[in-house]
């Protein structure tokens, strides 16, 4: 799950949480992190995505699903993040956009 914002100090930032199913079949979800961007293009969050995950030792190819909100550079059809981490793993699952509450 990935979420971008600018704070009130007018700074881009970024947060990812990951979600995974243990041995056991339990599910986890961890906040990783909250990141700062010097942008919201979809290829400075997509090198950030891999970056962290590069730093995690986790590998794209094991993701299977994906959440973002309705923004188009999230969840784009054409271009937006989630069209570039299913070009990069084609197992992920369309994604969830969540709802602005």
Do not use: F, W
Not at 51 to 72: E, F
Request: with cysteine.
């Amino acid at each position: 799950m990935v979420d971008e914002t600018t704070d009130l100090s007018n700074t881009e930032q970024m947060v990812l949480c990951l979600r995974h199913v243990d041995d056991d079949l339990n599910v986890h979800e961890e906040l990783i992190g909250l990141y700062s961007l010097e942008s919201t293009s979809v290829d400075n969050i997509m090198l950030t995505i891999q970056d962290i995950l590069l730093r995690l030792n986790l590998s794209i190819n094991n993701c299977r699903g994906q959440c973002y909100d309705g923004a188009s550079n999230m969840s784009g059809i054409r271009s937006g993040v989630a069209t570039k981490v299913s070009s990069l793993e084609p197992r992920v699952s369309i994604p969830i956009v969540m709802g602005m509450h």
